[in-house]
């Protein structure tokens, strides 16, 4: 299917971009990537009439790691995540960057783009919510700033407005450490996943220290599991702890029935997947090798 006409605009900045969704707003749609918009415009999912592609703006594609945080630009792809030297506390990053559609989606899907499109069995949102991450959000004559957690307000839809740009997200570095992991429970390789969990974790000795929880596929949107953070921070990694910690997760999360798996399925799966991210997180702080991504 072909989809509705539309107004085409280059964006030449990222000041140009925004005056044009300022004046065409709430009628506008960003293009960066594509690889999601495309797809809703041939279903004619959405029709706007305004596309404003910010694809050219090379400024805005960049991993930049300064004192205190990483920062991503609106046009940082996957494929740039996957390839970035990371620490290991942000092995989380590669890990979901490697199991992300396939070759040519990582290739031109961006990660502000896909955490804008919202899809609740999005890889980034689990992830940089884990991360504490931090939305920066522009529009004419302001930038605001949003916990990647907070961003989402239900399947397809987040805070940002219609006269509004993600422009990057940034992450704080880590503790000194820190490890992390993410797993996908997806049906075949290269699928949208069922559930999925990421992990960020320090330890002190046998002590969880700190730790992080995003979850993906349970519900209308990401979240971030708080309850089962607190939790377990403080606590040993013992079965109990996370047995206990898994079961708040589930007691927190409404999980959908759709054609690839029934809520009861994902509810059920919630605790094995939980389990062994949070396991592979914690071989990595002992310094094993440890392969995450699908499960």
């Not at 707003?25 to 293009?31: G, H, R, S």
């Amino acid at each position: 299917m072909y989809p509705p006409p539309f107004e085409y605009v280059k964006a030449e900045t990222l000041s140009h971009a925004i005056d044009v969704l300022a004046t065409r707003a709430p009628n506008a749609q960003v293009l960066a990537g594509g690889q999601s918009l495309l797809a809703l415009l041939k279903l004619r999912t959405v029709n706007p009439g305004a596309i404003v592609d910010i694809s050219g703006l090379s400024d805005l594609a960049y991993v930049h790691e300064q004192p205190s945080s990483f920062d991503i630009g609106a046009l940082t792809r996957h494929v740039d995540m996957l390839t970035y030297d990371w620490p290991k506390a942000l092995s989380v990053l590669h890990d979901a960057a490697s199991v992300i559609g396939d070759v040519q989606v990582r290739n031109r899907g961006t990660v502000c783009g896909a955490l804008a499109h919202a899809d609740p069995v999005g890889d980034w949102g689990p992830v940089l919510s884990a991360l504490n991450a931090t939305a920066h959000i522009c529009k004419r004559g302001s930038v605001r700033d949003v916990p990647v957690s907070e961003l989402f307000v239900e399947a397809f839809q987040t805070v940002v407005g219609s006269d509004e740009i993600l422009t990057s997200v940034s992450m704080p570095t880590p503790r000194a450490g820190s490890t992390s992991a993410y797993l996908k429970l997806g049906r075949r390789i290269g699928d949208f996943g069922l559930v999925s969990v990421a992990i960020s974790l320090t330890m002190d000795g046998d002590v969880c220290r700190s730790i992080g929880i995003g979850v993906g596929g349970v519900g209308a949107t990401p979240i971030k599991a708080s309850e089962a953070e607190a939790y377990i921070s403080g606590n040993r990694l013992d079965d109990t702890t996370l047995d206990n910690a898994a079961a708040l997760i589930q007691g927190s999360v409404i999980p959908l029935d759709d054609v690839r798996a029934s809520a009861d399925y994902r509810l059920a799966m919630i605790p094995i997947i939980f389990k062994r991210a949070v396991r592979a997180a914690h071989r990595r702080s002992a310094g094993e090798v440890v392969a995450a991504g699908y499960v």
